[in-house]
C-alpha cells in the first residue's frame, strides 16, 4: 500500500515562485513513476509532470521551462518547483503514483495513488 501525504496550500502574486512537497509512505516507492497533476475551477484534472522511476522527466507544454519537478528517494518526498506562476496556475495540485515503472500524465488512469491535494492560488 502506497499514501502520499501533501504540503499546505499557499497563495503568491503572479511572477513568484512555490516550491510544493508530497511525502511517499511505502516500500516499493522506489519503483513507481511518480506525477503532479492539477485542476483548476471548472476544468477537468490535468497533468503537470511526472517522474519516471529511471528518473526521466516529462511535462506538459503549459509549465515547460517554468516548473520543475523532483524527487528525494533516499527521504520517499516529491517536490513541484513552480516560478514565474501565473493567476492561470491557480488549481488543486495532486501528487500520484503509478504503480508502476512508467505512465503517461496524459492517462491518469494509469495512477493507482494520489495526494490529498495542495490548493495553489495566484493573484494579478
Known amino acids: 500500500q502506497v499514501q502520499l501525504q501533501q504540503s499546505e496550500g499557499d497563495s503568491v502574486q503572479a511572477g513568484g515562485s512555490l516550491k510544493l512537497t508530497c511525502s511517499v509512505f511505502?516500500?516499493?516507492?522506489?519503483?513507481?513513476?511518480m506525477a503532479w497533476f492539477h485542476q483548476s475551477p471548472g476544468k477537468d484534472r490535468e497533468g503537470v509532470a511526472n517522474?519516471?522511476?529511471?528518473?526521466?522527466?516529462n511535462y506538459a507544454d503549459s509549465v515547460k521551462g517554468r516548473f520543475t519537478a523532483s524527487q528525494d528517494k533516499a527521504n520517499n518526498v516529491l517536490y513541484l518547483e513552480l516560478n514565474n506562476m501565473q493567476p492561470e496556475d491557480t488549481a488543486m495540485y495532486y501528487c500520484?503514483?503509478?504503480?508502476?515503472?512508467?505512465?503517461?500524465?496524459?492517462?491518469?488512469?494509469?495512477?493507482?495513488?494520489w495526494g490529498q491535494g495542495t490548493q495553489v492560488t495566484v493573484s494579478s
Open positions: 500520484a503514483a503509478s504503480g508502476d515503472f512508467y505512465a503517461s500524465i496524459r492517462r491518469e488512469a494509469e495512477f493507482r495513488y
Open positions: 511505502g516500500s516499493i516507492y522506489s519503483s513507481y513513476c
Open positions: 517522474i519516471d522511476s529511471d528518473g526521466s522527466t
